[in-house]
């Protein structure tokens, strides 16, 4: 069990006084000196009153402990449900169809998302492609085999707009695991991005602090290895720039850790090593809400108290 407001725990001293206050009251030697019950009444007031039962106090208890909202972990039974949510953003700039990995970083990306599906049977995942604008492809969902449908759509040349606003679609990233209200979150970047501005990085910083702010974590997979590369898109060919730097500076402001792709599952096993300490964060807010229960029986041993006393 845990409580996501423990500190309501203290009141808990508050009625311990308060009922040991009353035993006391109750051993008045007034209440025996004086034999009518009328008189006693009306010398004493309510220091004749008999203390109140048991069921009161418990009562007052089971409030408090409704106050620290706790909730109980559901172990073994929901072994197989996970809280994570995971949102994955994959570049969709022009530098993408770069071919120092092959066949291309984009398609490599494309092969790396679907081994992070492989992994996240057990999670939510949602996705974002990032080009001048972000669009969210697809909402957070257990429905791996639409996002697996999504994946071969993911191409720098059908993106509306060229480009890579990093900080867009890190502030997308975010609004889906803060609206669907994820207890515990992770946001992927699959990208060969670099910042071309100070405000550029400033803003994509601004973003990755957001996200760990929010208690989540953002990971980046860096998707090249040459630094300077020409690349051909729409009959036009670029020198494209890749700052492996930024993107580990990146990460670091957004709590997570910084990879280089690799062909085997190495990378994202230090991705998902670096995430598992998002649940202790999260863990105090986790499991099933008993809260309204114990007030409901608090509730019902107060009325019974009450009719007592009537």
């Known amino acids: 069990m845990n409580f996501v407001m423990p500190w309501f725990g203290l009141l808990f001293g508050l009625l311990w006084w308060m009922q040991y206050r009353s035993a006391q009251h109750a051993q008045s030697p007034w209440l025996t000196a004086i034999e009518s019950a009328e008189l006693r009444q009306h010398l004493l007031g309510d220091a004749s009153v008999t203390p109140r ?13 409704a106050l620290m909202q706790p909730r109980i972990d559901l172990g073994q039974s929901a072994q197989y449900r996970s809280n994570m949510a995971r949102v994955v953003v994959m570049d969709l700039s022009p530098s993408m169809l770069a071919s120092d990995l092959s066949p291309s970083r984009a398609k490599r ?16 995942v949602a996705l974002v492609g990032m080009a001048a604008a972000s669009y969210v492809l697809s909402p957070l969902t257990e429905d791996q085999r639409t996002l697996e449908l999504m ?10 707009v060229p480009g890579g606003n990093v900080a867009a679609a890190l502030d997308a990233a975010l609004s889906l695991l803060v609206g669907e209200g994820a ?3 992770q946001v992927i970047l699959l990208s060969d991005a670099t910042a071309t ?3 550029d990085v400033e803003r994509a910083m601004a973003a990755a602090s ?11 997979v860096g ?16 020198l494209t720039q890749f700052d492996p730097a930024f993107l580990n500076e990146l990460a670091g402001a957004g709590g997570g850790a ?16 670096q995430a598992s300490g998002i649940g202790s964060r999260a863990g105090a807010g986790s499991g099933q809400a008993i809260g309204p229960y114990v007030l409901l029986l608090a509730l019902l041993l107060l009325a019974i108290s009450w009719r007592n006393w009537a």
């Open 53 to 65: 039962g048991w069921g009161f106090w418990l009562a007052l208890n089971l409030m408090v402990l």
């Open 109 to 124: 990306a494309q092969f790396k998302l679907r081994d992070i599906l492989a992994l996240s049977q057990a999670d939510r």
């Open 151 to 160: 994946i071969d759509g993911l191409d720098p040349e059908l993106a509306p």
């Open 183 to 185: 207890q515990e979150g």
């Open 197 to 199: 501005t100070a405000g």
């Open 210 to 220: 957001s996200i760990n702010a929010a208690g989540y974590q953002l990971s980046v």
């Open 223 to 238: 998707t090249a290895t040459d630094s300077k590369i020409q690349v051909n898109y729409q009959g036009m060919s670029e």
């Open 258 to 273: 910084y990879v280089e792709m690799r062909a085997d599952d190495g990378d994202l096993a230090q991705i998902w090593q």
